[in-house]
């Protein structure tokens, strides 16, 4: 990845913070093995500062969307406490199989990580489990087909996948929750469609919102989706192509 490309995918840019696009497939950090990862392309997006920014929080590496670096310690201590304190609002878009019994409502359900017999893990509900929490409402369907809004209260590790799997309703692309056979060739249509950030005390939030991925877009236009919307939406500030001045 090339500076012109890193920042091509610049979504946002103050004296505290970056927020990028990130795209599907990449990791945002490099695993135990090494191999490629969005991090080390930090240095090009110093902007004259000493150092490169660094991750405030994690996106899976199937995930694409809003990701939110510091750019020096004092902006990642803050941003840290956001995250910690909840009060960071996350919205993100998935098409799933299927429809949830209910157009909108609330997922509670513990997770926990639990080791395969292959020697790989997954992520299960289980009463003791740590708490998880994520708001969901539908917002078109078509074809089998859902596009839901999800809002995740708490930050667990594949948390949107495994609840909206637990509603009856798997993740498109999803290999590991959902189905493997029918998603052979497809990839995760999850994305962080937005992100809202009340960094500066005497500031509104700051709001950024991310366009679908290109791989997401047939399914989301089954779906009821719009590009041209989408486009509208994201310069007036709205999270969602279908109710117009949702929070």
């Known amino acids: 990845m090339t500076a012109a490309d890193l920042e091509a995918r610049l979504l946002y840019r103050d004296g505290l913070m970056l927020i990028l696009d990130k795209p599907a497939g990449l990791p945002v950090h490099a695993g135990p093995g090494g ?4 991090e080390r392309y930090f240095q090009h997006l110093r902007f004259g500062l000493p150092k490169p920014p660094a991750l405030a929080h994690r996106l899976d590496r199937d995930t694409s969307g809003c990701l939110v670096l510091g750019r020096h310690p004092k902006a990642l201590r803050r941003l840290g406490k956001l995250f910690q304190e909840g009060r960071v609002g996350k919205v993100y878009w998935a098409i799933a199989r299927g ?7 609330r997922v509670d359900l513990p997770l926990k990580k639990l ?3 292959a020697g790989g893990w997954r992520m299960v509900t289980a009463e003791d489990g740590q708490q998880a929490a994520t708001g969901y ?3 078109g369907q078509g074809g089998g087909l859902s596009w839901i809004e999800c809002r995740p209260q708490t930050g667990r590790t594949h948390q949107i996948r495994v609840h909206l799997a637990a509603l009856g309703c798997p993740l498109l692309g999803d290999h590991q929750y959902g189905d493997a ?7 995760l249509h999850l994305h962080s469609r937005s992100i809202t950030l009340p960094i500066y005390p005497k500031r509104d939030p700051i709001t950024v919102m991310a366009a ?7 399914a989301l236009a089954q779906c009821g989706w719009s590009a041209l919307q989408d486009e509208a939406d994201r310069q007036t500030g709205q999270t969602d192509g279908k109710n117009p001045g949702s929070p």
């Open 35 to 38: 191999g490629e990862n969005l």
């Open 99 to 105: 429809q949830p019994a209910a157009p909108e409502g």
């Open 115 to 117: 080791s395969t017999k």
């Open 137 to 139: 409402r539908v917002l």
């Open 181 to 187: 056979a029918a998603d052979r060739d497809l990839p």
């Open 212 to 218: 679908p991925p290109p791989h997401m877009q047939a």
